[in-house]
């Protein structure tokens, strides 16, 4: 429900394209079609909620069997890479000392280390925390809200000609 507020807010900004990977479960990804999308692509975002402080299964084969290939093309060199993710649990279970004894920007460093790797130019990830808290409503407006200034920003960014 969270994940889908989010993209509620930024799927009609123009300029934004959202591939659902839920609904393109081919047995194999087509790496020549996603190669021409994320081609025509300015930015590339990763939402998805965060489970056990990873991705849901399909997106890291998505990764695994297409961005692996992509990484190694001009596709990605040069884009933005963001990763927006809601935990379950309070911000404050993501800190050093925390529950999770980790920040959630440590636990999302393999995504930095990817974007680094591919020519991809990182953006400080969006994590709207507490789903499964009393704020959850709170947080995710807040999140959404970001989210969208962010998309927009993006959006700006690459139709004024910047590069990153």
Do not use: C
Not at 86 to 106: C, K, L, Q, W
């Amino acid at each position: 429900m969270a994940n889908k507020a989010l993209i509620d807010t930024v799927k009609d900004i123009e300029g934004v394209a959202v591939f659902n990977l839920y609904e393109h479960q081919e047995i194999a990804f087509d790496i020549d079609e996603w190669s021409k999308v994320i081609s025509e692509a300015s930015s590339v975002i990763f939402q998805f909620p965060f489970h056990w402080m990873a991705a849901p299964a399909l997106l890291k084969r998505w990764q695994d069997e297409v961005f692996t290939f992509l990484s190694k093309t001009p596709a990605v060199a040069g884009k933005p890479l963001l990763v927006v993710t809601t935990t379950g649990s309070e911000h404050e279970a993501y800190r050093s000392g925390g529950r999770n004894r980790f920040t959630a920007d440590e636990l999302l460093r393999p995504y930095q280390v990817s974007a680094i790797h591919s020519g991809m130019n990182w953006q400080t990830p969006i994590v709207v925390y507490g789903m499964s808290t009393n704020e959850a409503g709170k947080n995710i407006a807040e999140g959404a809200n970001l989210y969208k200034q962010k998309v927009e920003n993006l959006v700006d960014h690459s139709n004024a000609g910047n590069n990153w």
